[in-house]
């Protein structure tokens, strides 16, 4: 069984950037592919990018290249997501999650963190 | 890119009732589609792989149906912890992404 656990809540102002962890247990992070996805207020749930064990890289959507980092340590199961240059937008809840037993799926996720962007 | 369209926004059902929720894919994902379950402040649970699997725990009034671009989760006897916000999602091989549809809100009636 994994579980995901991620760091607490952060308040972050305009232009900043936020550094979010995920700890894995149960398994190690080199068995999984970890993805992140986020959810502003009210709103519905956005991909933000993960690690493709077909092609051995991390792959990011469109709307975040430049701006979003995933990295992992796998000497402590850790994996991040660091986002930059933050606004008011990038106010939501971020989640990591993984396919540890399926494709294509999220079968575990974290129990998010509040990112709140706030001058 | 391929983009998914729930139906309804919200549907308003009473307990006991049955649920029909749509979701359509811009183009074909096979039968490469999930649902989640998502109650407030909680993380997203899966439903339902592969359109009609259900995933490891999930009682059997919930049903995934669908393949190609018209897919359908249905909960045969809603139970009053049924009430949430449902999602469904695919992965696409190119470019290579994973997208969600914008839910739909099951509110008791």
């Known amino acids: 069984q994994v579980q995901l656990v991620q760091s607490g809540a952060e308040v972050k102002k305009p232009g900043a950037s936020v550094k979010v962890s995920c700890k894995v247990s149960g ?62 937008e990038d106010t939501a809840v971020y989640y990591c999650a ?5 494709v294509g799926v999220f079968d575990y996720w974290g129990q998010g963190t509040l990112v709140t962007v706030s001058s | 890119e391929i ?54 725990g999930i ?12 897919f359908t989760l249905t909960i045969s006897s809603l139970e009053p912890e049924d009430f949430a916000v449902y999602y469904c999602q695919q992965r696409s091989n190119w470019p290579r992404m994973y997208t969600f549809g914008q839910g739909t809100k099951l509110e008791i009636k």
């Open chain 1, 98 to 102: 993984t396919p540890a037993e399926l």
């Open chain 2, 59 to 70: 009682p059997a009034r919930f049903s995934g149906s669908g393949s190609g671009t018209d």
């Open chain 1, 27 to 88: 398994y190690t992070l080199t068995e999984l592919s970890m993805h992140w996805v986020r959810q502003a207020p009210g709103k519905g749930l956005e991909w933000m990018g993960g690690f493709d064990p077909e092609d051995g890289e991390t792959i990011y959507a469109q709307k975040f290249q430049g701006r979003v980092t995933m990295t992992e340590d796998t000497s402590t199961d850790t994996a991040y997501m660091e986002l930059s240059s933050l606004r008011s």
């Open chain 2, 3 to 56: 983009v998914l369209t729930q139906s309804p926004a919200t549907l308003s059902l009473s307990p006991g009732e049955r649920a029909t929720l749509s979701c359509r894919a811009s183009q074909s994902v096979s039968s490469y589609l999930a649902w989640y379950q998502q109650k407030p402040g909680q993380a997203p649970r899966l439903l339902i792989y592969d359109a009609s699997n259900r995933a490891t």
